[in-house]
């Protein structure tokens, strides 16, 4: 059920928190340390200088990361019409008949835990790889990692790269700010300074930029790990296959930031793909094993170094996302989405 407009309001509270944390850390650091305690000119100058840099490259991912908004899953993936009146006409136990034939002409390689294709009911549509529907927003969310309340927001394809830039930024900010302010902080602190309107705002100041500099640093590494990886929040909480989609650190990096070196920096969409497919680890070939020598560098020579983005997945890593597929010894392999003769409906919300 979608939240009501009143309590949807309520969601901006978060958001409208850190925004006044910001504006005051803006008053406390421009105008209280730089223009009220700092005499140096030149120091002044350099420190204004850098905080404007940090302080407008955090405001414009942040804006960002909270207005993008999230991509939904292709129209090839909703249920037509005729479909919709088909399933539900069908007992369940036929029903899996009419997702099966569906679900041949699309690119699904992923299933539940149970062996179901992934169906949300409440979307009425079939879920693409790295999908989930967020109950929050009230939609099915490519590749979500979470949901956010800091940005009210789904962080997933759409938006990714400018929530890591955000806490990137967001940590660099802080950082700067606690050590330009650290030794003013300690003539306050120390009776080195006169008392003034300037001392709790600076020393308010390096006691917040510290405190967040230190859980911003976790969470920074925690999803610079998730990157290099090719996974995300809510795969390394409940996935059953974590490495399926890994095809090594630089390409990882590279589906969230792009292949335009100049970009990375910039909040401006330029991750590689459309959400929706995704090319997966080579089978038989796991990229947490160290290399075992020239068999293995010619595997990743004739198989990933040959990925476009978004190609279809392989064949042979199909066993190997899917959650609770036995091995296949036999040769004759079905389309893809339909080799689960137990295929069932499994409503996710």
């Given at each position: 059920m979608a939240p009501s407009s009143c309590w949807r309001a309520l969601y901006w509270i978060p958001v409208i928190f850190i925004s006044l944390i910001v504006a005051w850390s803006y008053y406390a650091y421009v105008w209280q340390l730089c223009r009220e305690t700092i005499t140096d000119k030149g120091?002044?100058?350099?420190?204004?200088?850098?905080?404007?840099?940090?302080?407008?490259?955090?405001?414009?991912?942040?804006?960002?990361?909270?207005?993008?908004?999230?991509?939904?899953?292709?129209?090839?993936?909703?249920?037509?019409?005729?479909?919709?009146?088909?399933?539900?006409?069908?007992?369940?136990?036929?029903?899996?008949?009419?997702?099966?034939?569906?679900?041949?002409d699309l690119p699904i390689y992923t299933s539940t835990p149970s062996g179901a294709i992934r169906y949300c009911d409440h979307c009425q549509l079939l879920k693409p790889d790295r999908c989930h529907h967020c109950s929050a927003c009230d939609m099915c969310i490519l590749k979500m990692d979470h949901h956010c309340p800091w940005v009210n927001n789904c962080v997933g394809f759409a938006n990714y790269k400018f929530f890591l830039l955000f806490l990137a930024y967001s940590l660099l900010y802080c950082i700067f700010i606690s050590v330009t302010d650290f030794q003013y902080f300690i003539q306050f602190w120390t009776k080195g300074l006169p008392d003034t309107q300037?001392?709790?705002?600076?020393?308010?100041?390096?006691?917040?930029?510290?405190?967040f500099s230190l859980s911003l640093a976790f969470l920074f590494a925690y999803h610079c790990w998730l990157v290099c990886k090719n996974r995300s929040t809510l795969v390394f909480?409940?996935?059953?296959?974590?490495?399926?989609?890994?095809?090594?650190?630089?390409?990882?990096?590279?589906?969230?930031?792009?292949?335009?070196?100049?970009?990375?920096?910039?909040?401006?969409?330029?991750?590689?793909?459309?959400?929706?497919?995704?090319?997966?680890?080579?089978?038989?070939?796991?990229?947490?094993?160290?290399?075992?020598?020239?068999?293995?560098?010619?595997?990743?020579?004739?198989?990933?170094?040959?990925?476009?983005?978004?190609?279809?997945?392989?064949?042979?890593?199909?066993?190997?996302?899917?959650?609770?597929?036995?091995?296949?010894?036999?040769?004759?392999?079905?389309?893809?989405?339909?080799?689960?003769?137990?295929?069932?409906?499994?409503?996710?919300?």
């Open positions: 120091k002044q100058t350099v420190y204004l200088l850098v905080y404007h840099v940090l302080f407008s490259m955090l405001v414009w991912s942040y804006w960002q990361t909270i207005f993008t908004a999230p991509m939904n899953p292709l129209k090839e993936f909703h249920l037509s019409h005729p479909d919709k009146e088909l399933l539900e006409r069908e007992e369940r136990e036929s029903q899996q008949e009419v997702l099966k034939r569906i679900a041949e300037a001392k709790f705002h600076i020393m308010f100041l390096f006691f917040t930029a510290s405190t909480q409940h996935g059953p296959d974590k490495n399926g989609f890994s095809l090594g650190a630089n390409k990882n990096f590279r589906q969230v930031f792009g292949d335009e070196k100049k970009l990375w920096l910039l909040p401006v969409f330029s991750s590689l793909g459309d959400g929706c497919s995704f090319p997966s680890a080579p089978a038989n070939l796991d990229p947490e094993q160290p290399f075992s020598g020239l068999r293995d560098i010619a595997k990743i020579n004739s198989a990933s170094d040959s990925y476009q983005i978004p190609p279809e997945p392989l064949r042979e890593s199909q066993s190997c996302l899917l959650s609770v597929r036995q091995a296949d010894t036999s040769d004759n392999q079905e389309p893809p989405g339909t080799s689960d003769p137990a295929l069932t409906i499994e409503k996710e919300t």
